[in-house]
DNA sequence: GGTAGAAATGTTAGCGCTAACATAGTTTGT
DNA sequence: ACAAACTATGTTAGCGCTAACATTTCTACC
């Protein structure tokens, strides 16, 4: 194998000892001048690289950062991801990234893996959909440092970095209002994840705040996928035509994108018959032929504020738990019958 | 900090040596059944997880994996990094990810580092403009072991895995070409970068090979954004009209994108007045009102072949130099004139 | 029952590094 | 000139683990 240069190595090399050599090499004080020069020189003609896995196990500390995943392509997380890179790589910390596949098995021993290599702290956007907490809170009294983004779980006291889904939902939701829509539906996804419950919640709430009825057969049960969408688009429209909603709220812009295709596909216009909104401004929004109003997620944000408070935790600084939500920000296209904006 | 238990712990819990604990653990022959059984289970109750820094020190072996990556939003490095984990979970490696922001600087030193935390191995896909190999040339002689993808440096005698850019712009070139286009332009990338020559060589070769003509003044440097591509069709539509192209390959889709804003502000048609396909299959291109035709990178592939080599150099089974290039897929649309497809 | 041989357990040393204390060597003040 | 106070270097031990060898305990068989 690589035969790698030691501390032990250079000393030897120079008649020094290797505390000497060690010092120099970190900079302390209590080096002669004439020494450090000479140990740097030979470290550096024989190729020596410090070995951090001896470092840290002296020190307690490795500079690394676990990240636990649910998809990696899924675009939101290539963006977190740049997010928190950006926070580690100033702090000198180094990430490691797991991928749970939507998997709470595999979530689980990710982190046990994350934990055997001794990383400084980990982030996880969590797939669990079980009430079964007792994995994080042995966890938590593991003293590991950790928070959560994106997906949380609540009511363990640990930090949590997400979207703050139900303003934005409801933001949304306000904007069709203001255009004096009244008969407005819902294409929501499975109420048993959190963002989908959230965002439902956000529709209802924007809905009583003004007074305005909640007509619950225009409220369908979809799901995150076009496929969804569209199904979930063709029901609305097997109903009676007085009955039809005069505007439309997707889950996410997929699932816009379905019910986009169903409304065309009926000779319907956009938004003149009917209007339709979205959800995470997804990189398709703004090129169909209606671009499509949405709501952008700043996912950026997610992974530098979630980075930056695991850190903070890391050096004892900021320890308290705390629930950063990011807000949303409306992105005004056309399908939502906004002529006057592009 | 998090007082994490030792084998140490555990054996003086049981009255055992720190051998026997060890040994019980790691599942090792020679260890009494009801012994094991007594370790296992002290080992749970106190919550003990094996120090893989410690680990790694004694045996010389990590299970980690660095990536270096120039870009990580860059849509195809999550399609890689799919690639490249679906391969190392099964093996049992850990990523480690960083990011050189198209920075030479900073991926010399996200490689020392990498080499410091002692990595099994590394997968560059590297940002480096200059002739200067001296740097990998180092590392090879570090017997470190590494791979390329996607970017390669050439003649250091490393494996490398990365899409044949250039067949796959001789196939697409030649398409046009099957539809009876003769004038054809090609909106060039900076040719001092290898995605940007090869493509034009791949576009050069089909010519030549149907005995075609290439028009110099049809030859324009633009790049690789989407107003590169605005820029470079202006100048070839400010020509007069009857040196326009019938046809034409822009070196990406962005460029395609920037291009085809410029024709349909012209009031021109595609493919009817002026055809034209891209490179790369951006998500985009086939919303555009008439759809892409392009080249499909099959980014998964190249991570899961580049992981696959990687680690078989590491476990010493196939060490020799190999150059691995994933051959692309036309994917066929209308903006090359194919009305018969979608 | 006694002994060879296997099975179970223990001991020692060292992976590469650093904290903590120990020892030389050098300066400074009076 | 000599102790006090540095500065530069060395020594020892230990982080948590395992390989390699050493010892004890158990089994088997004559």
Redesign the interface.
């Known amino acids: ?4 240069v030691t501390l032990k190595e250079i000393a030897k090399e120079l008649g020094l000892s290797t505390m000497t050599v060690s010092r120099a090499i970190n900079k302390k004080e209590n080096v002669g001048e004439k020494t450090r020069k000479r140990v740097l020189e030979k470290a550096k003609s024989m ?1 020596y ?6 470092k ?2 002296v020190s ?1 500390k ?1 500079f ?1 950062i676990g990240l636990v995943i649910p998809e ?2 899924h ?1 939101f ?3 977190v ?2 997010g928190v ?1 950006e926070v580690t ?1 100033k702090k000198n910390y ?6 749970s596949a939507e998997n709470f098995e595999r979530e689980m021993e990710a982190i ?7 990383v400084d702290g980990i982030m996880v956007s969590s797939s669990q959909r079980t009430t079964d907490h007792s994995f994080y809170e ?1 966890l938590k009294e ?3 440092p950790f928070v959560f983004f994106d997906r949380c779980i609540e009511g363990l006291g640990v930090s949590c970095i997400s979207v703050n889904d139900k303003i934005g939902s409801k933001k949304i939701t306000q904007h069709l209002i203001d255009h004096g829509y009244e008969k407005i539906a819902h294409l929501s996804g499975p109420i048993d994840v959190s963002i989908g419950k959230e965002r439902f919640q956000g529709f209802k709430e924007a809905l009583r705040e003004n007074g305005l009825t909640l007509f619950p057969e225009l409220v369908i049960a979809a799901g995150f996928q076009e496929a969804d969408g569209r199904r979930a688009m063709q029901e609305l429209l097997s109903m009676p035509e007085q009955k039809w909603p005069r505007a439309v709220f997707a889950v996410n812009d997929p699932a816009a994108f379905g019910a986009i295709e169903v409304i065309l596909e009926k000779g319907l216009s956009i938004p003149d018959d009917i209007a339709i909104v979205g959800f995470s401004d997804d ?2 929004a703004e ?3 209606t671009p499509l109003t949405t709501v952008q997620q700043p996912a950026y944000q997610v992974g530098k504020k979630a980075a930056e408070k695991l850190i903070s935790i890391i050096d004892g600084e900021d320890v308290r738990p705390e629930n950063i939500e990011i807000l949303t920000e409306l992105v005004i296209r056309s399908s939502c019958g906004n002529h006057s904006s592009k």
């Open positions: 194998m690589s035969s790698n190729g690289t410090p070995n951090f896995l001896a840290g196990l307690k490795t690394s990696i392509s675009s997380f290539p963006e991801l740049k890179e790589y180094q990430l490691i990234l797991t991928h046990e893996t994350l934990r055997s290599k001794r042995s593991s003293e590991t990189i398709r090129l169909l032929s």
